[in-house]
């Protein structure tokens, strides 16, 4: 926001230079980024009034001019410029004057006929970037008077950089308001005083009263929209970044900045009926003030006649209902609107307008009727017209709680470190227009105003004490520390030592939002908790995930738009089942996408499958030691058939599979393979232990067993483990066959049996004897046939 310091000490003007003040505002938590003038240096130029104006005698285009500059005598100036005509107020600058550019002003003879000075442009005094002629000045410009000194060019613009947190100081008032608190200095309210008589014509209804606590209407009649804006005005609203446009709408936009409070001028004769803040209804359009039409969502509150929509509420007003020179009867609107019904929805039509910059934030519920007086006010003053009573609609039931804070002296020396003078703290408190509800002799009960949306808690106080007292004066302590070194098991697996393993494997580390789209909760994980965001960064960002899946989709797919098609990520982070601290879980997820192998000439691509993912999460899951089982299950955002369920000890802790069809298409998306698993589940480990080599040789059998297709590999293995045989070492799938010679549901399975001693080296008729163990039990148990 920028703000002149002009304006500004009206209100407020500590003995500092501006540049001093700016520094304070800094230290104080409102970032400046930076200060300028509004002009660039340059001297002797006055307020000169053209007396006559001839023609040149030997040139046509030049004019030859008797400016009275406030001396004795009047000065002959030439000039060129078509505008210029007897009994203008123009710029003089005088001989000896400096002007940027380091171009000075001297006596000059332009074809035989002298001049004494120069009438300037605003261009030429650095005042604009282009000008079509001299500048004009208003008929009451003081002859003789310095430029500086009448047009306020000493003056300075201050860009603050404010946080989304003090959408209070969008406004002088709000600026005004940290000054009197970091120099106890009292700052003046403008005077206000309306002499209102009768009610509005316009009756006004709140459908809505929880987006829309507070709204107020107030006719003025008679009044005329052709007058020209004060110069004064239009000089604050141009050096605070704000156009100027019909007296009417200068002044709701003056008292945006003034007081921070947006506001609306609806032309009287436009409006139908009586006005209804309401939610728009499916399909209802409206041209909007900066010539779009927009299609409304239900979810967005407009203001609205009996025939059509006004305005986006709390955004931007309609082009058919706006206020135009010709306009002789407005109804001003100020109203309050909850920041929670206002967040986003400018965004979401691709709009960012004041209005909506301060409402989002929270706008002070107590000023609406201040600033409805304050512009009726100024449109008396400068526009005429006759003023009527307010209409208000206010439920005071859906206004913001002050709810009161209790902070403690102890408090504040544990937090900031180092003790605060009590009177010191009360003094800043009230100068903050904070309420002290009650007292005792080492604690206070604070009610913040109704213009601080960001205090809620103790913290919050204290922080205003800190930057009150100046970041830059805060002691600078030791820090003492107790230290507690926790014993970090030795069975426990190092995350880095997890993601180092992926990373070895090809996979790039990825870190995305918590919050994501709502459509891709929907799409991925159903039946999990919706927790919607309450200020939303956008519509895109509005949902706590429950998987990772979405962040690494929307990677992939970012991706794939910019030509890169073999993708291996995965990333680490919390998911949330809830908002409790017991609700959320750190999760390992990854996914891969494309390619096998990079193309090279030797071969042909091979494309990644379900294996491939699989082996990738299987190297992960080996850290651990502990035996996870993997059982075919559906998943809605995994493809039927080529999807896993993942569990330890008899507990589900992940998910494996392929991209469902449906999500591909839905997400424009190439086939995917992806995998989640709880990260607890894999940094539990065992310790390890030593096992005595063998210097004997390995006896190995091979045997093809047909079983029924549906029965899963696992299982035979696991029930081999599970015979404890003497000296077994281990055993390997290493075919699987389907087809001619195997009847029809059945399958061929191919396993390698390993035994060996420690002690000699195994005949054959002991290792044959423990193969056909393993043959009886997998008929027995699973009626395997051998093939």
């Not at 009044?223 to 009417?248: C, E, F, Y």
């Not at 409805?372 to 400068?382: G, N, S």
């Not at 310790?687 to 063998?694: C, E, L, R, T, W």
Request: proline share 3%; glycine share 6%.
């Amino acid at each position: 926001m920028n703000i002149s310091t002009s304006w500004l000490r009206e209100w407020i003007s500590p003995v500092v230079t501006d540049e001093v003040l700016a520094e304070q505002l800094t230290m104080a938590g409102l970032e400046v980024d930076s200060i300028e003038t509004v002009a660039p240096a340059f001297s002797k130029v006055v307020v000169g009034h053209v007396v006559s104006c001839e023609k040149h005698p030997d040139a046509d285009k030049l004019n030859l001019c008797q400016v009275d500059v406030g001396e004795a005598e009047t000065v002959q100036i030439i000039c060129g410029a078509k505008n210029v005509r007897t009994g203008l107020k123009v710029m003089a600058a005088l001989v000896g004057a400096k002007l940027p550019g380091d171009f000075k002003i001297k006596k000059a003879k332009l074809r035989g006929v002298e001049s004494f000075g120069m009438i300037c442009s605003d261009s030429e005094l650095g005042l604009s970037d282009a000008s079509d002629g001299i500048a004009e000045l208003d008929v009451e410009a003081p002859i003789g008077q310095d430029i500086r000194e009448y047009l306020d060019l000493d003056d300075h613009i201050i860009e603050l950089d404010i946080t989304p947190n003090r959408g209070d100081c969008f406004s002088v008032l709000g600026v005004a308001r940290e000054v009197s608190a970091n120099y106890n200095m009292a700052f003046v309210m403008p005077e206000i005083e309306v002499n209102a008589s009768g009610n509005s014509s316009i009756s006004t209804n709140v459908s809505n009263t929880k987006a829309c606590p507070k709204y107020l209407t107030r006719a003025i009649n008679g009044i005329d929209n052709t007058v020209q804006t004060p110069q004064w005005m239009a000089d604050k609203l141009t050096r605070s970044g704000q156009a100027t446009h019909s007296p009417v709408v200068d002044i709701t936009n003056y008292v945006l900045m003034e007081l921070g409070q947006p506001m609306h001028a609806f032309d009287l004769s436009k409006i139908k009926g009586a006005i209804d803040v309401r939610n728009a209804n499916s399909g209802e359009t409206v041209e909007l003030l900066n010539d779009s039409t927009v299609e409304l969502k239900e979810d967005t509150l407009v203001i609205a006649d009996e025939n059509s929509v006004l305005a986006i509420a709390g955004v931007m007003g309609g082009e058919a209902s706006s206020a135009q020179t010709t306009t002789t009867d407005i109804l001003l609107e100020s109203a309050f609107f909850e920041p929670v019904s206002i967040a986003g929805k400018a965004r979401n039509y691709g709009l960012h307008t004041e209005s909506s910059l301060r409402f989002e934030r929270g706008v002070d519920f107590n000023i609406t009727e201040l600033a409805l007086d304050r512009a009726a006010q100024l449109v008396v003053e400068i526009c005429g017209g006759e003023v009527s009573d307010i209409t208000a609609n206010i439920d005071d039931s859906t206004l913001p709680e002050l709810t009161p804070i209790t902070i403690t002296k102890a408090k504040i020396q544990k937090v900031l470190g180092f003790e605060l003078d009590s009177d010191w703290i009360e003094e800043k408190f009230i100068n903050l227009d904070f309420e002290i509800s009650d007292k005792t002799a080492d604690s206070w009960t604070i009610v913040p105003p109704s213009f601080r949306f960001d205090i809620r808690i103790p913290a919050d106080l204290i922080e205003e004490l800190a930057r009150l007292y100046g970041y830059d004066k805060l002691p600078v302590q030791k820090l003492s520390l107790d230290a507690n070194i926790n014993v970090i098991k030795e069975a426990q697996v190092d995350q880095y030592d997890v993601m180092q393993a992926l990373v070895s494997r090809g996979y790039q580390e990825v870190i995305t939002y918590s919050f994501i789209a709502e459509k891709y909760q929907t799409l991925i994980d159903p039946s999990a908790k919706k927790i919607t965001l309450s200020n939303p960064i956008s519509a895109d960002m509005s949902t706590m995930r429950s998987s990772l899946w979405a962040g690494l989709l929307q990677t992939v797919e970012s991706n794939q738009r910019r030509g890169h098609t073999d993708a291996r990520f995965f990333e680490i982070g919390l998911c949330f089942a809830g908002v409790k601290a017991d609700e959320q879980s750190n999760k390992l997820a990854g996914i891969v996408s494309g390619n096998r192998f990079d193309a090279q000439w030797s071969g042909e691509t091979q494309p990644l499958d379900f294996f491939d993912a699989k082996a990738d999460l299987e190297s992960i899951l080996s850290f651990t030691s502990a035996i996870f089982d993997f059982e075919a299950a559906e998943h809605p955002a995994l493809q039927k058939g080529q999807s896993a369920k993942i569990s330890l000890n008899g507990e589900q802790v992940g998910w494996i599979g392929a991209l469902s069809p449906t999500l591909q298409k839905e997400l424009s998306l190439p086939q995917c393979y992806l995998y989640e698993v709880d990260l607890n589940a894999i940094l539990i480990g065992r310790v390890a232990k030593y096992q005595a080599f063998s210097s004997y040789q390995q006896a190995q059998r091979d045997i093809a067993l047909v079983v029924d297709q549906a029965t899963p590999v696992a299982q035979l293995t696991d029930a081999i483990k599970g015979l404890c045989q003497e000296h077994f070492v281990g055993v390997n799938l290493f075919d699987v066959y389907a087809g001619e010679h195997v009847e029809s549901g059945k399958k061929s399975v191919a396993l390698n049996l390993i035994y060996q001693s420690l002690e000699a080296t195994l005949a054959d008729e002991e290792v044959n004897t423990k193969v056909d163990e393993v043959l009886s039990l997998m008929q027995d148990k699973f009626s395997a046939t051998l093939r």
